[in-house]
């Protein structure tokens, strides 16, 4: 609704109401003594349509009508006759004469002339009762004799000229106003009568601007205007608004009035289902209100109220209240709670078509109550939406930036042509993962305390009035968060523009060496405007608490000194200073003699400071640069102020003792003839101009005063005028230097006058090269630098088919045992890089690595950082030659050695160099051939627990207790599922393949694969969950190639949610064969069947026969995986499904360890080493999973679990260990990160 302040104003006809009663009164508005009796068929009267007239103030409400139907029937059976029959005022129309959609009015003489029941009628004053009547005759309801509702005679007619059908529209409001009616007009009635008027005036707009009263066209559609505003005041829910319609003048006040209501009126058609879905729920009880809570919540009081809107009085106000029937309570118990307030809505109309949206939708999911009263967090009010409106805001022309900036856009180019809406913007980057979910997850990131300031459009009349443009939004950008950076360049597709951004600052510093002070000193120039450095955005802080900055020096230009340093801009330098060196820092001011006394003023104002005021005097400075104080003048001097701040007022803190005691710093400062920067130091031969003009200070003069205060290898800030005879002398003082300047010119000059002078041999020095740190928790794809590519090739070359892929397994074995700890990386690093490597390869069919994909995939799991910056691997002993383990059988594990051959299972073959096992250490390789071979068997070699195990997978386990990081210990008896409240989440367990265990004193899970046993840490629930669905629609792929991948993922998605709420998801699709699976033979894998999905578990798919049979564990027998099992013992393996001569396993070892990867890994890629179970019809490219059903565990691996294997000796215990498992020394940790800005904080990490 726009602002009234220029509209001309409009003054209405008065209304005779009267003589429009002409049954009643002469024209002389006299009253008749005798008045003409009128009866009148109740179904007669006809609902008003739309047309030109408006018959009565307000459309008909179904829930004024369904509660005087319910107040008439309930009087015929507690009071007869209670009811008062209401007046009625009709106006009789033609029902053959059709005028613009209504019927022609009958004009007094005509009806005097013609018989009443040939009209139609209209009811002015009544509609509502008149509705119930028609209700109640249809349905033959008692009440229609009781009152004699069929022909009613309680009736006054009325008609009005063409000039003046304004007054049926009074006569109508005025008959509601008169009195309070039983029931009042709900929000929602109002806000549909105003939309549909909206629409019968052609959805019509306010005026555009202020209105000449010499344009008739302007003028005519600003009285249209005001005369829909007028009628609208009529259909509100408020007596006082429907009052003031009556009035003659228009008021400008009401448009504000109006804008709760119209805000939701006139609602776009693609907001207003929205609107209408928000009604609905909130008349149902469904919306969280006022106090915050959801009336179908709420437990219900027995009140004999009927469900539906009733109307109360309290001290006088009367409002409006919903009804329901409540679900906890006594029989016939209700809940009320009070109708909607359009205060709440007067927001909407600052918002857009998708804000609206957006408001809308958090509205329906009960995040924003519908109220302007606080409630309690974290749901918010409406009036707090703005908060949330001010975030789109931000986002929007942030985006639409970004996107300018990336197209290469010209400036002039910045302009309502070009900006896009959030829809253009979803529309053209949905198919890179922009949507509403992943826009309001990185909204929810974004701090209130960051967008407060936002203009709220981009373009038109907006743009120029509110300060918005190029040049502030340039500004709010280099001040954006980086991880909104981030979300903005991965939805363009454009990642590589943001790695080029933040490493080009980083890339500017000089990290200069001084050969015989055997020092180093650092300078980063920064071109940044000093609004934004005042800004202390978090690279500048970063940057000065790295080079422990602790002086700032800052150089005031006299020019636009009023408008660039008001007392707002020198407390966002104190704030600035606080935040980068904390509570002991010193200030630099120089400004113009005469600006002293406004910088003063402002200084003064801080707190816990210590100033000393000097001057300096220009050698160059012109003889007739006076300053006049009234009658006298003096000769000017620059003012030169020391601001000292100390924790604790300890000066000594922020000051340099002198060499010598007696050693004045001298602060009125003189300067003498020096050397000033000419363009030829900038690398422009024969440019012999000044390059700072006057405004150069002696450099030597200054830096002896900053020595004084800054100690050496501590930094200095320069603001404004980053000069570099200054820059060089503060450098060879052993300084760290931060250049601010906006001026791209200077900055560049600068940095090739330091270039210049590196190179010259009088000084000894020279630039070196930051090289990134090892930082152990740097993601491995960033680690490995360039040479991630060669580990890709080397995985992948010869195209395996799989994980299984025996030439893979080795290729994989090798590298992981060389690079698992590559530059420092964290245990599990090179294990979920590989993982990922598979996802890519195996799963996604992707032929080569690309950063795009490979943090699509890792977004999921914590600490990857896209645009983190790559190691510096030069260094590396990475060398990848060429394999030829050709004649490894396919799933066969291979084991090296040291005269250059690997063994399968009594296989030799001869391994060409150089290979994998070059890259490998004497000791590495040592241990590699260990795998497999016998441990030691002392008995005191033995870790015994002091007692018996009573604990339940999950319970708190006991300082101290199964401690050992090298050692599994299970439970004893056997557990088959454990639930959410003591595991996390709902999981199945099997004896003898995933058993629970204690490792390092924490719960993990134990899972048996042919090299034996491996653990992982237990998973959160989402991670659990993901996993699982995975594993379903692996197997459901698996089962269905011929199938669209959408009917794969739909049969997938309908498998995991039955089998979640029925507690049987499996940690891998293979469990599902398992005879200890409670889903076992009940599902249907199949898309094209329409059976159901889970059958009764007397239904299987496949059911291999039995027999009984029993194993003895011999004495002594070693494991595969260097454990000792101890025996004999006698285990049935009754569970266990017959085998097949044809299908009997052939056991394999893989030495690769698993880990848990925290991404969205297949049920098969979350051990890193393949398949619980390899047989020889896998190997000869059966279906694996049709092998596994019929065959079960391998009969040569299943180990038939002992007490006790440990690769420390043997011993029998209630708590039975088992051996550690290899590839992270058995501790099945978890990849760890921590999510890293990789703006200046990390890009400078070198600079010390």
């Known amino acids: 609704m726009p602002d009234d302040d220029d509209e001309l104003l409009q003054h209405a006809a008065p209304i005779d109401t009267t003589r429009c009663f002409f049954l009643e009164y002469d024209e002389r508005g006299f009253a008749k003594q005798k008045v003409l009796p009128v009866l009148v068929d109740v179904m007669k ?24 139907v319910n107040a008439i029937e309930s009087s015929i059976t507690t009071e007869p006759g209670a009811w008062d029959r209401p007046e009625l005022v009709l106006a009789p129309v033609d029902r053959n004469d059709i005028v613009g959609g209504q019927g022609r009015r009958i004009t007094p003489t005509e009806f005097l002339e013609r018989d009443s029941s040939e009209f139609d009628w209209y009811a002015v004053c009544g509609q509502h009762t ?124 009401w448009s504000n009035k109006l804008r709760g209501y119209m805000n939701l009126a006139t609602s776009t058609e693609a907001v207003w289902p929205l609107v209408e879905k928000f009604f609905e729920m909130f008349n149902e009880g469904k919306l969280p209100v006022g106090d915050g809570k959801i009336p179908l919540d709420v437990p219900g009081r027995v009140e004999g109220r009927q469900p539906g809107p009733y109307t109360d009085e309290t001290k006088g106000q009367r409002t409006l209240y919903h009804c329901i029937y409540a679900r906890d309570g006594p029989k016939g118990s209700t809940v009320s709670w009070k109708d909607l307030c359009p205060s709440y809505f007067k927001n909407f109309g600052d918002l857009t078509c998708r804000e609206r949206e957006v408001a809308l939708l958090l509205l329906m999911k009960g995040e924003v109550v519908a109220t302007n009263v606080k409630v309690m967090p974290p749901r918010v009010n409406t009036e707090c939406l703005l908060d949330i409106m001010h975030k789109e805001w931000y986002m929007v022309p942030m985006f639409n930036y970004v996107v300018f900036r990336a197209e290469g856009r010209a400036d002039d180019e910045w302009n309502d042509a070009f900006f896009m809406s959030y829809k253009d913007l979803e529309d053209r980057c949905g198919p890179n993962g922009l949507c509403a ?18 203009p709220r459009r981009l373009g038109g009349v907006e743009e120029a009035r509110q300060g918005s443009g190029l040049g502030p939004t340039a500004a709010m950008y280099k001040e954006a968060p980086f991880h909104f950076k981030v979300f903005v360049y991965t939805s363009i597709d454009k990642l590589d523009l943001l790695r080029a951004e933040v490493k080009r600052v980083a890339s500017s510093a000089r990290h200069i060496v001084w050969d015989k002070l055997k020092k180093q000193t650092t300078l980063l120039p920064v071109c940044m405007p000093l609004k934004e450095v005042l800004a202390a955005p978090d690279d500048i802080v970063a940057a000065a608490q790295k080079m422990t900055c602790r002086a700032v020096i800052l150089d005031i230009s006299p020019a636009n000194f009023c408008t660039t340093w008001t007392s707002q801009e020198f407390d966002a330098l104190h704030s600035m200073v606080t935040k980068c060196y904390g509570s002991n820092w010193v200030l630099f001011v120089f400004a113009p003699q005469k600006v002293q006394s406004d910088v003063l003023r402002c200084l003064f104002q801080w707190e816990d400071i210590e100033l000393i005021l000097g001057t300096w005097k220009r050698v160059d400075r012109p003889s007739n640069d006076i300053m006049r104080y009234g009658n006298i003048a003096t000769a000017s001097r620059d003012m030169m102020v020391i601001v000292l701040h100390a924790e604790g007022g300890d000066l000594r803190k922020v000051t340099v003792a002198p060499r010598l005691v007696n050693d004045l710093t001298n602060v009125h400062v003189v300067e003498d003839k020096f050397g000033k920067c000419l363009g030829k130091h900038g690398g422009i031969e024969g440019d012999e101009s000044v390059v700072y003009s006057i405004w150069e200070r002696e450099p030597g ?36 230097v931060i250049a601010c300047d906006e001026s791209a010119k200077d900055i560049a000059y600068l940095t090739k006058f330091i270039d210049i002078l590196v190179k010259d041999d009088r000084f000894n020095c020279h630039i070196e090269k930051p090289r990134s740190k090892h930082r152990p928790n740097r993601d491995m794809f960033h680690k490995l630098g360039p040479k991630k590519l060669k580990v890709w090739e080397y995985l992948f070359r010869d195209m395996p088919q799989g994980r299984l892929d025996g030439k893979y397994i080795y290729r994989k074995a090798k590298a992981t045992e060389t690079l698992k700890h590559y530059h420092g990386a964290l245990t599990g690093a090179f294990e979920t890089f590989v993982a990922r490597c598979e996802i890519l390869k195996f799963d996604l069919r992707k032929d080569k690595l690309t950063s795009k994909d490979y943090a699509e995939l890792a977004k999921s799991g914590d600490g990857f950082n896209p645009v983190d910056s790559e190691e510096d691997s030069s ?92 050692t599994i210990y299970f439970l004893e008896g056997k557990h088959t599922h454990t639930g959410e409240d003591q595991w996390g989440h709902d999981i199945i367990w099997h004896e003898g393949v995933l058993q629970p265990c204690i490792q390092d004193g924490e719960w993990k899970m134990a899972v048996k694969y042919t090299s034996g046993w491996k653990t992982f840490r237990r998973m959160s629930k989402d991670i659990w969950l993901k996993t699982t669905e995975l594993a379903i629609l692996h197997r459901v792929r698996v089962e269905n190639p011929e199938q669209s991948e959408a009917a794969i993922k739909a049969k997938a998605e309908e498998l995991f949610h039955v089998l979640r709420d029925n507690r049987q998801l499996e940690y891998s699709n293979k469990f599902y064969a398992l005879r200890s699976s409670p889903s076992r033979g009940s599902i249907n894998w199949k898309v094209d069947q329409t059976a159901r999905t889970l059958e009764g578990s007397c239904s299987h798919d496949f059911m291999p026969s039995v027999e009984p049979a029993s194993v003895a564990a011999q004495a002594g027998h070693r494991g595969d995986d260097g454990t000792t099992v101890v025996g004999p013992q006698e285990v049935d393996i009754t569970s266990k499904p017959q085998i097949s001569e044809n299908s009997i396993s052939v056991a394999t070892k893989q030495s690769s360890s698993p880990i848990d990867v925290s991404t969205t890994l297949p049920s098969d890629a979350g051990a890193t080493h393949g398949s619980l179970l390899i047989t020889n019809a896998a190997m000869q490219g059966r279906s ?65």
Request: charged share 25%.
């Open 1184 to 1248: 694996e999973i049709e092998s596994e059903s019929d065959v079960g565990l391998s009969m040569a691996e299943s180990q038939l679990q002992p007490s006790l294997c440990t690769g420390k000796g043997d011993a029998q215990l209630p708590l039975t260990p088992q051996g550690g498992a290899g590839g992270d020394g058995g501790k099945g940790e978890d990849v760890e990160g921590m999510h890293r800005s990789c703006n200046l904080d990390t890009l400078t990490a070198d600079i010390d």
């Open 875 to 966: 260094d590396s002993d990475l060398e990848l030659g060429e394999d030829t383990c050709a004649e490894v059988p396919p799933g066969g594990m291979v084991q090296a050695h040291e005269d250059g051959t690997v063994h399968s299972h009594g296989w030799s073959i001869t391994v060409a160099a150089p290979s994998v096992a070059s890259m490998v250490a004497p000791s590495e390789r040592a241990a590699l051939q260990d795998i497999g071979r016998c441990g030691g068997n002392e008995e005191d070699d033995i870790e015994i627990p002091g007692e018996a195990s009573t604990l339940a997978p999950g319970d708190a386990i006991p300082s101290g207790y199964c401690a050992d990081p090298d």
């Open 701 to 736: 003069k200054l830096r002896s005063l900053c020595g004084s205060f800054v100690g050496e290898a501590e930094g200095v800030l320069l603001l404004g005028r980053a000069h570099a005879g200054l820059v060089w002398e503060l450098l060879l003082a052993g300084n760290n």
């Open 437 to 454: 979910a992943e826009w309001e997850k990185e909204r929810d990131k974004l701090h209130v305390s960051k967008v407060k300031t936002v």
């Open 45 to 68: 009267i006809k609902r008003i349509p739309c047309g030109n007239i408006l018959f009565n103030h307000c459309s008909l409400s179904a829930n004024i009508v369904r509660g005087i």
């Open 130 to 253: 008149v509705e119930v009547m028609k209700t109640l005759v249809k349905k033959g309801s008692p009440a229609v004799d009781v009152y004699g509702l069929r022909a009613y005679s309680k009736v006054r007619v009325v008609y009005f000229g063409d000039e003046q059908t304004r007054g049926y529209f009074n006569v109508s409001a005025f008959d509601n106003t008169r009195e309070n009616r039983a029931m009042m007009l709900s929000f929602e009635d109002a806000v549909r009568d105003m939309r549909q008027w909206w629409i019968d005036n052609h959805r019509i707009e306010p005026p555009k601007g202020k209105v000449s009263d010499k344009d008739a066209v302007a003028v005519a559609h600003q009285k249209k205007w005001q005369n829909f505003l007028r009628a609208s005041m009529g259909k509100t829910c408020d007596k006082a608004f429907v009052k003031q319609a009556l009035e003659n003048e228009y008021s400008k006040d």
